[in-house]
């Protein structure tokens, strides 16, 4: 069973260009959901939480569709230091503790 | 301000040997969590603690068992290992629940063969 679903890429994207990530899950009814970044054989990090409203923070922006099951991220004027693997969470039916990863989609920003 | 400091870093034992991973947290979080990241996958959750003196299982238990030490410290113990237990293994720690980010350690590398 796959809860949350993710394309793995990797997306190849020259600098400077918006791309956007799409995630798609099942079994929540949560109101906030997360992305995480994860460098190359590193720990993963919060990047952003999601909420019904969206959330915004410089140049990243996150969207919550409910009725469509599905989270998006969107990075506008990519730098080379945004190439990483983005997670996709998604608590799990209600539970407040356990969380459902995405297996990440994999973004490489070239020159 | 270390966040989460997980032991050891890289670790190959042999089948049906046991050991026991570390972690310990500096920032007063109460919920403690052990994962298991497989190439491919999303990580999963083997064990977690929401509070000190409560464990209990998470998605992938099998194999594993974990002691909450005290408020910082949530150990996750192989007792007899496999090798379908290599993986990377992740601990993690957060204040509360609903809205709070994972902090993560840095993870730990293990081969069994």
């Known amino acids: 069973r796959k809860e949350v679903e993710q394309d793995p890429g990797p997306f190849n994207v020259p600098e400077g260009a918006t791309v956007a990530f799409n995630c798609t899950y099942s079994n929540s009814a949560s109101q906030s959901f997360f992305w995480y970044r994860q460098d190359c054989r590193k720990e993963p990090k919060l990047l952003m939480s999601?909420?019904?409203?969206?959330n915004e923070d410089g140049r990243f922006t996150a969207q919550l569709n409910r009725a469509s099951q599905y989270i998006s991220l969107l990075i506008r004027d990519s730098k080379l230091s945004d190439s990483a693997t983005y997670l996709c969470v998604v608590p799990f039916r209600d539970s407040n503790y356990q969380l459902i990863w995405g297996a990440g989609t994999k973004l490489i920003i070239k020159p | 301000n270390a966040g989460v400091t997980q032991t050891p870093k890289f670790q190959v034992l042999k089948t049906g040997q046991s050991m026991t991973l570390q972690c310990a947290q500096d920032m007063n979080h109460n919920s403690m969590y052990w994962y298991r990241q497989d190439p491919g996958m999303g990580l999963r959750l083997i064990y977690y603690s929401a509070s000190e003196g409560t464990t209990d299982k998470g998605e992938v238990p099998n194999g594993y068992n974990v002691s909450r030490l005290n408020k910082r410290e949530f150990s996750l113990r192989l007792e007899s290992a496999a090798p379908s237990q290599t993986s990377v293994y992740f601990c993690?720690?957060?204040?509360?629940?609903?809205?709070?980010?994972?902090?993560f350690g840095s993870g730990t590398r293990l081969t069994v063969v």
């Open positions: 999601v909420y019904s409203s969206g």
């Open positions: 993690a720690s957060r204040q509360g629940a609903g809205n709070y980010g994972y902090t």
